[in-house]
């Protein structure tokens, strides 16, 4: 050992001793902080995640309910729309129009045929009552292109 820190006054040995424990100290509980702040995050996102399927489930249980008293419930639009997104499907128009009896929404959708035949058998067992009119279906590139029309009777809203 060829160092001059034996050499050096008694407090300058402490004080470099002190110092870089010091360091060592705040380096590491730096790192600490670090991991705890991402594993909390990560649980954050976690709860989140379990609160949205908690939620849809809730939701799903009170189709549930409901269908018991009457054999389907109507679909709302935001529920629609978290299907489609749900199956990979994207929703290229969306025409909603009323007259004195019905309720008819023209959509026209993009996506792959099995993922179509998903949404409808994900919304047939959610309970949702479903009435297609004019269904079309044409091949546009890689995707299909989907058109039909969901009608709703106002006497069974």
Not at 28 to 54: C, G, H, T
Not at 108 to 137: A, Q
Request: with cysteine.
């Amino acid at each position: 050992m060829n160092s001059d820190f034996f050499e050096r006054p008694i407090w300058q040995q402490y004080m470099l001793c002190v110092l870089f424990g010091l360091a060592f100290f705040v380096i590491v509980y730096l790192l600490f902080i670090k991991d705890i702040r991402q594993q909390a995050q990560l649980a954050v996102e976690s709860y989140q995640q379990i609160v949205i399927e908690n939620e849809q489930l809730q939701a799903k249980a009170s189709r549930y309910q409901a269908s018991k008293n009457t054999l389907y419930s109507l679909i709302s639009d935001r529920e629609f729309a978290l299907a489609i997104e749900q199956n990979h499907l994207s929703l290229v128009s969306f025409k909603h129009y009323q007259t004195d009896k019905t309720t008819n929404w023209e959509i026209e959708l993009e996506g792959k045929f099995f993922d179509f035949m998903n949404l409808i058998s994900s919304l047939t067992d959610d309970f949702y009552y479903l009435d297609f009119k004019n269904l079309k279906i044409s091949k546009q590139d890689q995707q299909l292109q989907i058109m039909f029309t969901l009608l709703f009777e106002k006497d069974y809203q």
